[in-house]
C-alpha cells in the first residue's frame, strides 16, 4: 500500500527556468490537493484537483502557475520562470470524496538560486 | 474570512510533562477539525480527526483532543509528554460550503526537555 508518492523530493532551478512538480496519489484516490509551504509561514492551498478537472484553483498565484491530474499519470504542478519567491516546500495530498482525511506525501522542496 | 489560530508558534515542556496545544477556528457552523503532525523534512502525518461523532477525539502516540463549539476550540494534549512528540503540529479546517481543501493554522513548534 504505497502512500502518495511526490518526485523529486529536493529541486534546484535557476532564475527564469521551468519546475515540475509531480504527485501520484494512494491507490483509489481521485481526489489531489496542492499545498505550500513557505519559510515561517503555515500551508497555504493552491489547487484542488479530480482526474481531467480543476475544482477549485482560488489559492494558485494568477501567472506562472499552472496545474493538471491527467487521465493517467500523476498530477502535475507547473511553475514557469521561477522566482526566488517561489523557493517553498510544496505538497500534494490525496483523498477520496472530500471532507474525508487528506493523506500527504513526503514534499518537494523547492530552491530558486 | 474562515481562519484557524494556533496560540503559541513554540511550545516547550519538560518529558512527563502535559503538553497542550491550542487552536481556535472562526465559524459558527462547525467544521471539519484535523491535527497534524510534521517531523523536519517530512511530510504531514495525521493525528486525529473531528466529524462530529465525538466531542473527545482519540488519536494515534496518545494524543487527543477536545471539540467545545460554545469555545470553537479543538485543543490538542497528551499526558505525559515524550522526546519523541518534538516536531511541528498543525490545527487544520475543512469549512462547510469550501470544496474539501484544508485551511491551516501557522503551527506550533513542541520542543520537550530532558
Known amino acids: 500500500n504505497a502512500g502518495v508518492m511526490q518526485n523529486p523530493r529536493h529541486l534546484v532551478r535557476r532564475r527564469g527556468q521551468e519546475a515540475r512538480l509531480r504527485c501520484s496519489p494512494m491507490?483509489?484516490?481521485?481526489?489531489v490537493y496542492w499545498y505550500r509551504q513557505l519559510p515561517e509561514e503555515g500551508l497555504k492551498f493552491m489547487v484542488y484537483l479530480q482526474k481531467e478537472n480543476i475544482i477549485d484553483e482560488s489559492g494558485m498565484p494568477k501567472e506562472r502557475f499552472s496545474a493538471e491530474f491527467p487521465k493517467e499519470g500523476p498530477s502535475i504542478l507547473r511553475i514557469q520562470q521561477v522566482v526566488r519567491g517561489d523557493s517553498a516546500a510544496y505538497f500534494c495530498?490525496?483523498?477520496?470524496?472530500?471532507?474525508?482525511?487528506?493523506?500527504f506525501g513526503p514534499g518537494t522542496r523547492l530552491t530558486v538560486l | 474570512a474562515q481562519s484557524v489560530t494556533q496560540l503559541g508558534s513554540h511550545v516547550s515542556v519538560s518529558e512527563g510533562a502535559l503538553v497542550l496545544l491550542r487552536c481556535n477556528y472562526s465559524s459558527s457552523v462547525p467544521p471539519y477539525l484535523f491535527w497534524y503532525v510534521q517531523y523536519p523534512n517530512q511530510g504531514l502525518q495525521l493525528l486525529l480527526k473531528?466529524?462530529?461523532?465525538?466531542?473527545l477525539v482519540k488519536g494515534i502516540n496518545g494524543f487527543e483532543a477536545e471539540f467545545k463549539k460554545s469555545e470553537t476550540s479543538f485543543h490538542l494534549t497528551k499526558p505525559s509528554a515524550h522526546m519523541s512528540d518534538a516536531a511541528e503540529y498543525f490545527c487544520?479546517?475543512?469549512?462547510?460550503?469550501?470544496?474539501?481543501?484544508?485551511?491551516f493554522g501557522k503551527g506550533t513548534k513542541l520542543s520537550v526537555k530532558p
Open positions: 491507490k483509489g484516490h481521485s481526489h
Open positions: 487544520a479546517v475543512i469549512y462547510g460550503g469550501s470544496q474539501g481543501n484544508l485551511i
Open positions: 473531528y466529524t462530529s461523532a465525538a466531542t
Open positions: 495530498a490525496s483523498s477520496r470524496p472530500p471532507y474525508n482525511e487528506q493523506f
